[in-house]
């Protein structure tokens, strides 16, 4: 991992050379908040994950565009960070550590994670102190979301409102509540058989009255068994064929014949079912209030950062 952060830090060192023959520029500032530089350099160490990211999913990513991106960031953690300040703000210092540990566990050993510092031009107290400060700024940007979702006021005109004109959203497949008790078993016909006659035995004890819910706690091996078998709500093409067309057949209450997939054998039960068609307005208010609501404090918000902003006198550089 370390070779591929240097290489894209060298490939962003090259993106910051300028244009004269020869001539490179170390580092210069490309932005002020208030009495607040923010370097070239400081960016394009902020650029190479993202960067690596790219290279990684083999996507292109603009240079230009990233460092512009990244940039933005930057200025607005500057400003959180001022206003986490002006709060009283604080960060234990358990935090940081925490945080820094999960960056360090990213490089092949602390020694390389201690070199790429190292090449930055940076020591452990830069990396921590610049760590207290993006928690600081964090922190401060979700106690803004927080203060100002609790002044939002939805009504429910725009809730009814919201549902009319959006209710291709609420649009609901046709879905079963499904509970399995499934058993692994590999291809070989005896251990195959052995599970089917142990499901089939299982299946006349629930036809018999016994509680699905309880045998799948006590014999299923899925990862639901726990919770009785509970898989959840299913719609088509959520399951294989050979297990979607007998569980859909099924009436509400009904519980599947022995079925083979695969990785076993198992048993169905359809707890519940619904038609296809649409979500009722009362269901559909559920989702629309928080949607709603979290879309207005995004707009408040964003119009918070932009009063503060123009209030911290921030200057942006093009720099060739």
Known sequence: ????????????????????????????????????????????????????????????????????????????????????????????????????????????????????????????????????????????????????????????????????????????????????????ATADPQVRQAAKARLESLREEILLGADFGELAKKHSKGPEAESGGLIGWVKRGDLVESLEAPLFSLETGGVSPVLETEFGVCILKAEAKEAAGMAAFEEARSEIEPKLRAQSAGERYNKWMTDLRKRSQVRLFDVE
């Open 1 to 184: 991992m370390m070779k591929i952060v240097t290489r894209c830090l060298a490939l962003l060192v090259l993106f910051a050379v300028s244009g004269q023959a020869g001539a490179a520029i170390v580092d210069a500032v490309v932005a002020t908040v208030g009495k607040e530089v923010i370097l070239r350099s400081d960016i394009i160490q902020e650029m190479a994950p993202l960067m690596q990211d790219a290279q990684s999913s083999a996507t292109q990513a603009n240079p230009e565009k990233v460092f512009r991106q990244v940039l933005d960031q930057a200025v607005e953690r500057e400003l959180l960070y001022r206003e986490a300040q002006l709060s009283g703000m604080q960060v234990p210092d358990k935090a940081i550590e925490e945080r820094a540990e999960k960056i360090i566990k990213r490089y092949d050993s602390r020694d390389a994670f201690t070199q790429m510092l190292e090449k930055a031009g940076q020591t452990m107290p830069d990396f921590r102190e610049r760590l207290r400060k993006e928690l600081m700024a964090l922190s401060m940007s979700m106690n803004k979301h927080k203060e100002i979702e609790k002044e939002m006021s939805i009504s429910e005109s725009e809730v009814s409102q919201y549902y009319q004109d959006h209710k291709e959203e609420f649009s609901r497949p046709e879905r079963v509540q499904t509970r399995r008790i499934f058993l692994e």
